[in-house]
């Protein structure tokens, strides 16, 4: 697939023809001034994105010869996902792909996607849930494979997508599965045992502000304020930058932090590199983590979520927090009623009484006249 450029003030699409030759097609669209968003990158006008759209799949076909011989009724599965990767030009898109692909194709070899019924997908679906011990997983590689049956039926590949409304993913009803209190601490033992300060930090970082690891990964010194107590923090959108507020307790500890990787904060940038040492302390026998195989990096985003749940923080608040856009995100994917959650719940629930239910002010001597 092509991308846009610019040569001045003009905008070209740029490709790379099959010979491996690099070309570019004017536009003959022009601007005044190269307006780029809060991370540098340049933005283009709405018609050239419009153009792009338009010619993507044309010059896709036709530069790479794949519409020679490629009708609906002969795309094999392992071609039509050849056509959906080169769609993508994100790295980590391709690899989540990826990985929906290799459980696709392992069940159904290269089949014909036109053949693809509703009852295979279902079949396949079921089979996923009952082999692989992780239904977050499942949930994660059906939805991608969703997306890209959708994207064949758009390109006129089939004529209807096998996954319908009767494979739609469905909220996980059952608790979450976090870190116990006692369970945290032996993973910052672990790390410190191990000489994984860095690792430490940047860990330590995520559950004090419920970050992503990729959002830890660029952040630089330049964009926190101890003055104002405040960093810059981009959410996901080239519009959504906002100031996350800094408590005293995540101040100074940022503050004490060694300036051995400036600009940057932390060391580690990139999840492999952080998630193979996580992996190293978490599996570990002599520190008996429970429900290891299910812990991640990204357990301690639902960490912070619990722990907010846990001191009665307000729900738009945690949201806000999170960088969710909406309330709604927050509801379906942090807010499960965890058993631990339920058990703090009944102990609060008998702070102050006494034996018979009432609060432990009612129980005053009378005055007597």
């Known amino acids: 697939m092509g991308n846009l450029r610019y040569h001045g003030t003009h905008v070209y699409y740029h490709f790379t023809d099959q010979t491996g030759k690099k070309q570019k097609l004017s536009f003959k669209l022009s601007v005044d001034k190269i307006k780029k968003d809060p991370r540098g990158n340049e933005t283009f006008p709405a018609e050239a994105h419009e153009l792009k759209r338009r010619i993507d799949r044309e010059v896709f076909l036709g530069v790479w010869g794949l519409d020679v011989d490629t009708t609906p009724s002969r795309l094999g599965l392992k071609e039509a996902f050849t056509l959906f990767i080169k769609a993508y030009q994100n790295k980590n898109t391709v690899n989540a792909y990826t990985l929906a692909y290799d459980k696709l194709f392992e069940y159904f070899d290269d089949v014909n996607v036109a053949v ?143 300036k051995d990787h400036d600009p940057y904060v932390f060391l580690y940038r990139d999840y492999h590199s952080l998630g193979k040492l996580f992996r190293e302390v978490i599996d570990d026998p002599k520190n008996a983590i429970h429900n290891h195989t299910e812990l991640s990096i990204h357990t301690l985003r639902k960490q912070f979520t619990f722990n907010c749940f846990r001191q009665g923080v307000p729900l738009e608040i945690c949201s806000r927090l999170l960088g969710h856009s909406s309330v709604k995100t927050t509801e379906k994917y942090y807010t499960y009623w965890d058993t631990q959650l339920l058990r703090d719940g009944l102990t609060k629930s008998r702070k102050g009484r006494k034996a018979g239910g009432r609060k432990a002010e009612t129980f005053r001597k009378r005055k007597t006249a």
């Open 116 to 258: 693809l019924e509703e009852d295979d997908m279902l079949n396949w679906r079921k089979e996923l849930y009952e082999t692989h011990p992780n239904k977050t997983t499942v949930e994660f590689i059906v939805r991608h494979a969703k997306i890209f049956f959708a994207y064949l039926e758009k390109e006129s590949f089939i004529g209807r997508s096998p996954i319908t409304k009767r494979v739609r993913i469905k909220p996980v009803d059952s608790p979450i599965v976090i870190f116990s209190d006692e369970d945290i601490e032996k993973l910052w033992k672990g790390l410190k045992a191990k000489g994984y300060t860095d690792a430490y930090n940047q860990l330590y970082f995520l559950l004090l502000v419920g970050w992503r690891v990729s959002d830890s990964c660029d952040l630089t010194r330049t964009k926190i304020d101890h003055n104002r107590r405040v960093i810059q923090h981009y959410i996901g959108k080239p519009d959504k930058t906002w100031e996350y507020p800094m408590d005293a307790k995540l101040s100074r500890f940022l503050a004490k932090l060694p």
